[in-house]
């Protein structure tokens, strides 16, 4: 028997896609490889997706718990409009469960334990044109769990003329996938390590998902996306596991996807283990370089590995210095503008509507 809900309370939530009623009356959601069977009055995993009176909610809807204006950089996107500003959000909850999150005080709290602004679509793209921001990331937690907002967040954007962006672990069914990311203009996947130990023991989910994921963006989708690697000491920074992980993006991706190493630093339940030495990240690049991947990364580190580099003429393109840019040598083709060779990304320079444009569009977009 179901609870009964008030009208009110139910006409504030918003159903969930990607769910269905399994014989025994629990709802089986599966937007993420989960695949939760989630009782009446429950969550899933993510804590944000309820089981109520029978039908699927979705409590992350128009109610991020973190907003804040980041250089592109910081996603971390090199390839995708450098040097410009992005509106960033994230929600409650996540689908995985990693012992080094760094955003855990969101990503570990249900919907009711943080503290929420109401924010409809259209009014999260006013905001991000009210601060000039040419994109939006959705970021900080798993954007996935709230594919629902992601997407129709997405339309309203897209129709005033901004790009959109997914900060991702890549925990994705095939059957959400393409929905969520059909309005999604650029990514940054998390492959946090390469073997299923990592996987299985430090985050509580399974690596070959987030392969899968990555396959798919790059061969059936649209999507720009980057990759980043965060490196762990002892636990995913070994030589050889960075020589599998690079023989793999060589193989089922290509020589162009950019990849970030980046360095880690003591959170949540991973205060044992010590900050990622500089060295590390040098080491790890020099092999993905050698390897023939040519576009490789540091982060979370004050380096010149940062820096976009010609993989033809060999002369710096981007100038960074952490997440500050001073220099772009690409043009709006993305043409090296020294020697003319192509650089894959979107390096077109943002045009953003007058407010009152803005308005206007998005007052004609249904979601």
């Excluded at 979107?346 to 509507?353: C, D, N, S, W």
């Excluded at 009152?356 to 569009?361: C, F, P």
Aim: charged share 20%; hydrophobic share 40%.
């Amino acid at each position: 028997m179901g609870v009964a809900v008030a009208p009110d309370t139910l006409n504030e939530l918003h159903e969930a896609r990607w769910w269905e009623t399994l014989p025994d009356g629990r709802l089986h959601c599966y937007l993420c490889p989960r695949h939760c069977h989630i009782g009446e009055g429950l969550t899933g995993f993510c804590f944000i997706r309820k089981n109520i009176g029978g039908r699927l909610y979705n409590l992350g809807y128009a109610q991020p718990a973190a907003i804040q204006i980041d250089p592109i950089e910081k996603k971390p996107l090199n390839h995708f409009m450098p040097g410009t500003r992005i509106f960033s959000m994230g929600t409650a909850g996540c689908n995985m469960g990693c012992f080094f999150c760094q955003n855990w005080d969101i990503s570990k709290s249900k919907a009711d334990q943080t503290h929420s602004v109401h924010l409809d679509p259209a009014e999260v793209v006013l905001a991000a044109i009210e601060y000039r921001c040419p994109s939006l990331a959705f970021t900080y937690n798993e954007p996935t769990i709230w594919g629902e907002y992601v997407i129709d967040i997405s339309k309203v954007a897209h129709q005033v003329g901004l790009k959109t962006v997914m900060v991702t672990n890549g925990y994705i069914t095939r059957e959400a996938l393409f929905e969520v990311y059909e309005h999604i203009d650029a990514a940054n996947v998390d492959l946090k390590a390469f073997t299923e130990k990592f996987y299985s023991k430090i985050t509580l989910t399974h690596l070959q998902p987030v392969l899968d994921t990555l396959k798919t963006l790059r061969h059936e989708t649209n999507v720009w996306f980057e990759i980043t690697n965060l490196m762990i000491p002892t636990l995913n920074d070994a030589v050889e596991e960075t020589k599998e992980l690079c023989g793999w993006i060589l193989e089922n991706l290509g020589d162009d996807v950019p990849l970030h190493f980046t360095a880690f630093h003591p959170d949540f339940k991973l205060r044992d283990k010590p900050n990622t030495p500089p060295e590390t990240l040098h080491r790890a690049r020099a092999v993905a370089l050698e390897m023939g991947l040519k576009f490789v990364y540091e982060g979370n580190i004050y380096s010149d590995g940062g820096n976009t580099i010609c993989p033809g003429c060999k002369r710096i393109l981007v100038k960074r210095w952490w997440h500050k840019v001073s220099d772009v040598r690409i043009n709006e083709e993305g043409r090296c503008e020294y020697c003319g060779a192509q650089i894959p990304g979107y390096f077109k320079k943002p045009i953003l509507p007058s407010m009152d444009e803005a308005i206007r569009l998005a007052s004609g977009v249904r979601v």
